[in-house]
């Protein structure tokens, strides 16, 4: 079955420090992948993609992503993190025989210690 | 413009009501989608439209009725809801599935 893991529930960092969020998929094609960012009570705003090609995706807001198929993974990461940088994120993984349809990982809170 | 406009923001309905849920955007995009999203959770995929036609019903109850009149617009028509349907109601646009969405920014509903 397909399946999106997301490990960490809840993650606090201190402003300043690097991120590391943890992504693991399980799916029988060729996945496309996102990470989105859901601040309380709004919509999602993607923070980058994976389709092909580069396996280090850089996104908006310093992010950037790896893809390791070896691993089945797609762990997001920022060098130094901002206070505005709290939020919820979640990992969306795609197929091409999925017709369009994304499947979330359960989401990481992120909260930013100053 | 790059956005995808939903109204309303908020909605309260009793159990007997009948709304709508509306989302309209100007990118081009062929494909439009409705998520549902509970509070803590991720959101639920409800429907797919590709070129205006319907391509994806994750089995949502007949009380859910998605169109989708034109390229820009998705509506959303509520019927006879229940309390556990209380949720964030959420529309995306894509240039094509399989694309990047770009999501509104939600309609809150509650059902009384």
């Known amino acids: 079955a397909q399946s999106v893991t997301q490990p960490d529930i809840h993650i606090t960092v201190s402003e300043g420090a690097s991120l590391e969020l943890r992504c693991n998929y399980s799916?029988?094609?060729?996945?496309?992948l996102f990470w989105y960012v859901q601040s309380p009570g709004q919509g999602l705003q993607l923070l980058l993609k994976?389709?092909?090609?580069?396996?280090l995706v850089q996104g908006i807001k310093g992010f950037e992503a790896e893809f390791k198929r070896s691993q089945s993974s797609f762990n997001l990461r920022k060098p130094s993190v901002h206070w505005s940088d709290a939020a919820e994120y979640f990992c969306?993984?795609?197929?091409?025989?999925?017709?369009?349809?994304?499947?979330f990982g359960q989401g990481t809170e992120l909260s930013v210690k100053p | 413009d790059t956005e995808v406009t939903q109204t309303p923001k908020h909605l309260v309905m009793g159990m007997t009501n009948k709304k709508s849920l509306k989302c309209e955007q100007h990118?081009?995009?062929?494909?439009m989608y409705w998520y549902k999203q509970k509070a803590k959770k991720p959101p639920e995929l409800m429907f797919v439209?590709?070129?205006?036609?319907?391509?994806i019903n994750e089995s949502v109850p007949s009380r859910f009725s998605p169109e989708c009149p034109n390229s820009s617009l998705l509506n959303l028509h509520l019927h006879a809801l229940q309390p556990e349907d209380s949720a964030l109601y959420l529309c995306?646009?894509?240039?094509?599935?399989?694309?990047?969405?770009?999501f509104g920014s939600g309609t809150q509903l509650s059902v009384l």
């Open positions: 995306a646009s894509s240039q094509q599935v399989y694309e990047k969405l770009f």
């Open positions: 799916y029988g094609a060729t996945p496309y």
């Open positions: 994976y389709f092909s090609g580069d396996t």
């Open positions: 969306a993984v795609g197929s091409y025989n999925q017709g369009g349809k994304l499947i």
């Open positions: 990118m081009g995009h062929r494909a």
């Open positions: 439209y590709s070129y205006e036609k319907l391509s």
